[in-house]
């Protein structure tokens, strides 16, 4: 193509000008100056525009992009000034909110389930009156906590120990307030845990605000035909980018939480720093230890680093204990490469927050509940529910920072913002083709 115009020009001259800015910076014939000055032309006709380079970046930019929509253009030329069109923080932002909603999704599915107040409404309820006050105590500690739904009914049993309610209100009898307010006890627990139930069956309760983690469910995905298989795909193309800011660390850091019930609260921490998350279900069997170990090795890092959420007991503390032991042991991985951390949840942020010890202490291995009390002075033990979902977090991220390169982590951050633009630019280029064939 440039041969051709190369000997044109030798033969007849260059016939269209080229446009150029009033500081003389081509804004459409790069591709005839080029060959121009390879037929051997001292001089060429141009048209001179009354916009500057220098002063006026932005407008240029908009002008040559359009000075050179008409030609046909290889793939890196469209990629270029669609990269040009897009406000970069516009493409940062929508990246920012395209990884949250995608997260939600993953560990929620889609629901439309909104906050509630209780009410018995004009369908008869099987929850009495007496008590409603009770359910409305449900329901404000689960509204106040919307944004890390699914809760557990731990966590909702928790909430209410910060303002007891009565579990049941009479008129004209006898009974003690202290036998009707809501305690940390075996006996509230488990009348909390029929109210939630018959709430959410009579549609009191969003049946979203409660989940129950340990039946997962597997739906296949099927579409109606072809065009609506294109649709969904094209719609989503190169969408759910996400840099890894873990890359650039000294250390392979890996977080294992016991409890599906702070799935939801700790997951979006680990997604926001790109690290992975297993959720033990108590003691970690050894095939996800192993799946932590062949991570760690391909990572390449000198060191493993593991940030243990568990409930602060004698069990808590002998699945931390088990880590440390197997992965020596069992893995060959020398002490001095691990580094098995407490995370979240410790003595001193039940003293800062204050937390309430759990009822239910029974711990059958006598030697594991000793080396407990030995260690802590108590034989309290305190759940990870009992912290409110914003301190956990809080915590996790304070415990993440402190093993964390920062300086590293930063400019992962930056770099994933200059990704965006790059991304945006080629789902705009190609979106539009790829839609064109689900038509």
Request: glycine share 4%.
């Amino acid at each position: 193509m440039r041969s051709s115009l190369i000997a044109s020009i030798k033969a007849n001259g260059l016939l269209v000008p080229i446009q150029i800015s009033a500081d003389s910076v081509i804004i459409s014939g790069h591709r005839r100056s080029f060959c121009s000055l390879h037929a051997g032309l001292k001089e060429v006709p141009v048209i001179r525009k009354a916009i500057s380079y220098r002063n006026d970046k932005e407008v240029f930019l908009k002008l040559l992009v359009e000075a050179n929509s008409q030609r046909k253009k290889t793939l890196g030329m469209q990629l270029r000034e669609a990269a040009m069109k897009i406000d970069p923080r516009a493409a940062v932002q929508a990246l920012r909110t395209e990884r949250k909603e995608r997260d939600a999704e993953r560990l929620f599915g889609r629901s439309d389930d909104v906050i509630m107040e209780a009410s018995g409404g004009a369908k008869r309820s099987k929850i009495s009156e007496g008590s409603m006050p009770f359910l409305s105590a449900a329901l404000k500690v689960a509204n106040e906590n919307q944004a890390y739904w699914p809760l557990s009914v731990r966590q909702i049993h928790y909430g209410l120990l910060n303002n007891p309610p009565l579990k049941f209100t009479t008129k004209g009898k006898s009974k003690s307030k202290t036998d009707r307010r809501y305690a940390n006890d075996v006996s509230s627990y488990k009348a909390l845990v029929n109210l939630l139930a018959r709430a959410r069956i009579e549609g009191l309760f969003p049946w979203r605000a409660i989940d129950d983690e340990t039946r997962p469910e597997e739906l296949n995905n099927h579409h109606w035909n072809p065009h609506a298989f294109f649709k969904i795909e094209f719609n989503d193309f190169l969408m759910g980018y996400r840099r890894s800011r873990q890359q650039s660390q000294r250390d392979h850091i890996e977080i294992v939480a016991e409890k599906l019930t702070v799935r939801s609260i700790v997951d979006s921490i680990a997604s926001e720093y790109s690290i992975p998350l297993t959720i033990s279900r108590g003691h970690c069997g050894p095939t996800l230890k192993r799946k932590i170990v062949q991570r760690f090795k391909l990572s390449r890092k000198s060191r493993l680093v593991l940030l243990c959420v568990t409930d602060l007991d004698p069990a808590g503390e002998a699945i931390i204990q088990n880590f440390k032991d197997d992965f020596a042991d069992d893995f060959g991985l020398d002490h001095d490469v691990v580094f098995v951390m407490r995370a979240a949840l410790n003595m001193d942020r039940v003293e800062e927050f204050d937390l309430s010890p759990s009822y239910d202490t029974d711990e059958k291995d006598i030697t594991t509940k000793a080396a407990y009390e030995d260690k802590y002075g108590t034989t309290n033990a305190y759940e990870l529910e009992a912290m409110e979902p914003d301190a956990l977090q809080e915590a996790l991220t304070e415990d993440i920072d402190s093993v964390l390169d920062i300086d590293a982590y930063n400019a992962e951050i930056e770099q994933e913002d200059v990704d965006a633009v790059a991304i945006q630019a080629r789902r705009v280029v190609v979106a539009d083709f790829l839609k064109g064939m689900a038509d």
